[in-house]
C-alpha cells in the first residue's frame, strides 16, 4: 500500500478505516494512460459489447483532472461487503443475487469516503467523491494506490483479503505525499476464475468479453442469448463465480473477514441474497421497481427483470409440478410483449413442458415457432451450470 508521509494522510487513513473502510491508499491524480490505450483497444475488439460506462469517454474516465482540474492526488478507499450468503429460503424457486448488491454497499461506500471528502474541504481543499461512476476507472486506480492486485478475473485483489470490495476515491487538490509501495501480483500460477467461469467470459488473464459475461448480459437490453440461459442457472443480479472459486477470496471467507452481514430472504434491505421468482413475475411494474429498482435495469424498464426472471424459472422451477408452471408461464405465453413470449418459451421447453406449447392459442404463435426451433439448435453451453456446483477445494 502506498504510505502517507504527511499528519492529513495519516489523519485520512485513521478517518477511513474507522468508517468502515478495509484500506486507504494514495496515487497522484496524473492520468491513466495505460488504462485509457487498454479501454480504446477493449472497444476495437468489441469486448465492451454494447457497454458505455468508462467506455463512452475512455479519455475523461482515465483523467482524474476533467472532473476536478485543479486535482493532485486521490485517496482510494476499498470496502469490503457480504460473506457468505446464506442457504436459500425454502418454497418455490429463489434467484440468487451476487454479494455485491445485496444491499447498497456503494452507498457505506460513499458515505465513508465522503467523511474524507468533508475533512479535506473544512481544511480549505478541493475535494470530489467518485465511486462506481463513469469519470473514473476504479480498479485502475485502486492498483496505482497500492491497494491491491489485477487478478487474473479482472477483480482488484487486496493482499490476505481476496476481493470481495468496492472501490472508490476521494479526488483533491491537496499534495499528499506518500511512499510508493504496489502490490505484487498475487495469482501466481492459478487459473481457477478462468477454468470456472460459466461462459468462458475471462478470454485472457484480465480480460472480461461482457458479451460473454453473465454479469452484464443480466444488465444488458434486447434478448437475453440463448446460447448462455442454462449458464445463468439461478443469478438473478450479478454472478459471482470469479470471486467464488478464487483461493484469496475463499480463504478470506473461511477467516470471516470484513463484515459478517449475510442477508436472507427477500424483504431485507432491499432484495438481500435471494428473490422469489414466482413473486417477480406476478408483481407489478410498481412492485418490482420499488423493491428492486436499486439495481442497473436496462431504461429502468422492469419488463428486463421479468426476462431475466423467466431464464431463471426455466432453470429452476420444479418440473414435475405441471399446475405451478402452467400458472406462472401460462400469461406470459399469452402476452402482447414478443420478448417475454420468447423467453417464456423457452423456460417451458427448458423444464420439458412442450405441451404448454401445443396449446391452440399457443401453437400457431410465429413467435412460439421460431423460439421452438432455435431451442433445438441451441441447447446451451454449460449445461451443468444451472445447478449452483460446489467449489473445489483450495490448496
Ligand atoms: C463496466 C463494469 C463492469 C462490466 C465489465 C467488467 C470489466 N471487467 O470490464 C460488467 C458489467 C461485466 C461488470 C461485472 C462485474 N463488476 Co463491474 N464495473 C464496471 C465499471 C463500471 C467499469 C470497469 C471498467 O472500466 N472496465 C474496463 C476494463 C478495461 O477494465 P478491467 O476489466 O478492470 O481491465 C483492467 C485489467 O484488464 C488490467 N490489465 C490489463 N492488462 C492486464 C494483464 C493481466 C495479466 C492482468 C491480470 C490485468 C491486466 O488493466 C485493465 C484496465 O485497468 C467499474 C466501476 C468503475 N467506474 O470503474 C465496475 C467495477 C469494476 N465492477 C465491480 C464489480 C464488483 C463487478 C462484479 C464482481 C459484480 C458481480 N458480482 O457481478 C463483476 C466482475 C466481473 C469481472 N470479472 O470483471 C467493482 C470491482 C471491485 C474489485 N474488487 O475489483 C468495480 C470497480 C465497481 C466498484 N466501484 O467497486 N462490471
Ligand atoms: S462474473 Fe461470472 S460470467 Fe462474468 S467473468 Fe466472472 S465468472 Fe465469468
Ligand atoms: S482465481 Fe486464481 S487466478 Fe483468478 S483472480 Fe483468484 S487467485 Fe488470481
Given amino acids: 500500500m502506498n504510505r502517507p508521509n504527511s499528519q492529513l494522510g495519516i489523519d485520512i487513513v485513521e478517518l477511513g478505516m474507522g468508517l468502515g473502510l478495509s484500506a486507504v491508499g494514495f496515487c497522484d491524480a496524473e492520468p491513466l494512460e495505460e488504462t485509457r490505450e487498454v479501454l480504446e483497444s477493449r472497444r476495437d475488439q468489441g469486448l465492451n459489447a454494447e ?13 482524474p483532472r476533467a472532473t476536478l482540474p485543479s486535482a493532485q492526488s486521490i485517496v482510494v478507499g476499498a470496502l469490503r461487503y457480504d460473506t457468505e450468503a446464506p442457504e436459500a429460503p425454502v418454497g418455490g424457486p429463489h434467484a440468487r443475487v451476487a454479494r455485491y448488491a445485496t444491499s447498497d454497499h456503494y452507498d457505506d461506500l460513499r458515505r465513508a469516503l465522503g467523511g474524507i471528502r468533508d475533512l479535506l474541504k473544512s481544511l480549505g481543499h478541493k475535494a470530489v467523491v467518485l465511486a462506481d461512476d463513469n469519470a473514473l476507472v476504479d480498479r485502475a486506480v485502486a492498483v496505482k494506490a497500492g491497494i491491491g492486485w489485477y487478478g487474473k478475473s479482472a477483480n482488484v485483489l487486496l493482499p490476505g483479503m481476496g476481493s470481495w470490495f468496492v472501490l472508490g476515491s476521494v479526488v483533491t487538490n491537496a499534495e ?21 467461469c460459466p461462459t468462458g467470459a475471462i478470454v485472457a488473464p484480465g480480460v472480461v468479453d461482457a458479451g460473454r459475461c453473465l454479469s452484464w448480459r443480466l444488465q444488458a437490453p434486447g434478448d437475453f ?17 470469479c470471486q467464488e472459486y478464487c483461493p484469496p477470496s475463499r480463504r478470506a471467507d473461511r477467516r470471516g473477514i470484513g463484515a459478517p452481514d449475510p442477508r436472507g430472504g427477500d424483504d431485507l434491505g432491499g432484495s438481500g441474497s435471494w428473490v422469489d421468482v414466482a413473486w417477480m413475475l406476478d408483481a407489478s411494474d410498481e412492485e418490482l421497481l420499488t423493491k428492486l429498482g436499486r439495481w442497473y435495469v436496462p431504461q429502468r424498464d422492469p419488463r428486463y427483470l421479468r426476462r431475466n426472471a423467466l431464464v431463471v424459472y426455466g432453470n429452476t422451477a420444479h418440473s414435475q409440478d405441471a399446475e405451478a408452471i402452467e400458472l406462472v408461464l401460462g400469461p406470459y405465453l399469452d402476452c402482447d410483449d414478443e420478448m417475454l413470449r420468447r423467453h417464456a418459451t423457452w423456460a417451458a421447453l427448458n423444464l420439458g413442458h ?38 473445489p477445494g483450495d490448496e
Avoid at 358 to 372: F, P, S
Fill in 51 to 63: 457497454m458505455a460506462f468508462t467506455y463512452r469517454n475512455p479519455t475523461r474516465s482515465t483523467d
Fill in 176 to 196: 499528499l505525499g506518500f511512499t510508493a509501495e504496489l502490490v505484487d501480483d498475487g495469482c501466481g500460477t492459478c487459473t481457477q476464475c478462468i477454468d470456472h
Fill in 225 to 241: 442469448p440463448i446460447e448462455f440461459r442454462r449458464a445463468l442457472g439461478n443469478r438473478i443480479y450479478g454472478c459471482d463465480d
Fill in 354 to 391: 412442450n405441451e404448454m406449447l401445443l396449446d391452440n392459442r399457443r401453437v400457431d404463435d410465429a413467435v412460439v415457432a421460431d423460439e421452438m426451433a432455435l431451442f433445438r439448435a441451441h441447447p446451451g453451453i454449460n449445461d451443468d451450470a444451472n445447478k449452483m456446483v460446489e467449489a
